[in-house]
């Protein structure tokens, strides 16, 4: 009988420590799962951008060169500005080569890149003085539309002279130039003593839309190496356009070597893509 107990009470010994031991290996409480994307947003950018809020893999580096010392037309196609340095919603400057771990907002330090007059149909245009010594200044984008009332600008004529009234008169940072198609005539030099301009471009030029320029057109653009537009049918165009303008300023007995210079300087390449290009980065 004594032995039997015995063994009644190491049977229930053993299985109290059984049932101890399962009570005390519970399968864990699941985790929540780690977040891997955090959230960028734009503010105060004059429209330039399509998305102002968007996620990015958390430990992203964007790319500054997307976002930093470029020329971005907003939506609205008028409005052109050089945006510079960016804070932070707490005024601190954005590192653009640290990765980003945790929500942030950030606003860009625009400008606008030149002012117009309403003078239908005439654009008279003046660039803003405050980027003409800025090194990151490179790139120039005509207008669209019209930045004063917001319409198309369809056989329009932009204005701009060798005298005081030049546009871009002495900007020795610009490089680049985009005339886009709604600019049929250009009066002047435009961008005179611009002297590191080495790139022009024609997108949707055609010569049967009356696009013309005058004899001072890019003077004293001494770096200028090519004039491009988006097929050959295009340069042609103008190629012809520069035939009859140079025709026209010898009737009138004026210097054409301006002109002359430019016929060697036509090619066929793609303009740089202006609008979008950081929100083909943005998630």
């Not at 056989?155 to 130039?177: H, K, P, R």
């Not at 600019?183 to 003593?193: D, E, K, P, S, T």
Request: charged share 20%; net charge negative.
């Amino acid at each position: 009988m004594k032995k039997w107990l015995i063994c009644l009470l190491v049977v229930v010994m053993l299985m109290s420590t059984v049932m101890f031991v399962a009570c005390n290996n519970n399968p864990p409480e699941p985790q929540q799962p780690v977040e891997t994307k955090v959230t960028v947003k734009i503010t105060d950018d004059g429209n330039c951008f399509q998305k102002i809020s968007f996620s990015i893999d958390k430990g992203t580096v964007l790319d500054a060169s997307l976002y930093q010392n470029i020329v971005r037309i907003n939506n609205g196609s008028k409005m052109v500005y050089f945006l510079g340095e960016w804070t932070t919603s707490t005024g601190e400057k954005f590192d653009f080569s640290q990765p980003i771990n945790e929500d942030v907002t950030i606003s860009p330090q625009k400008v606008q890149l030149y002012f117009e007059k309403d003078n239908y149909p005439y654009i008279t245009m003046y660039a803003n003085e405050e980027l003409k010594d800025n090194p990151n200044m490179t790139t120039v984008v005509l207008p669209i539309k019209s930045p004063v009332t917001g319409n198309s600008m369809p056989n329009s004529t932009l204005v701009g002279s060798q005298a005081s009234d030049s546009i871009f008169d002495g900007f020795n940072y610009i490089e680049v130039a985009v005339i886009p198609e709604e600019i049929h005539n250009v009066q002047g030099a435009l961008f005179y003593n611009c002297t590191s301009l080495k790139e022009v471009y024609f997108p949707g030029y055609g010569y049967y839309m009356g696009r013309t320029v005058t004899s001072d057109f890019l003077l004293g653009c001494s770096a200028l190496e090519h004039i491009y537009f988006s097929d050959e049918d295009a340069m042609q165009d103008f190629a012809t356009m520069l035939i009859d303008a140079i025709a026209d300023a010898q009737k009138e007995g004026q210097d054409t070597s301006n002109l002359e210079r430019l016929t060697d300087l036509l090619a066929v390449k793609t303009a740089p893509y202006m609008y979008w290009d950081a929100d083909n980065q943005q998630g």
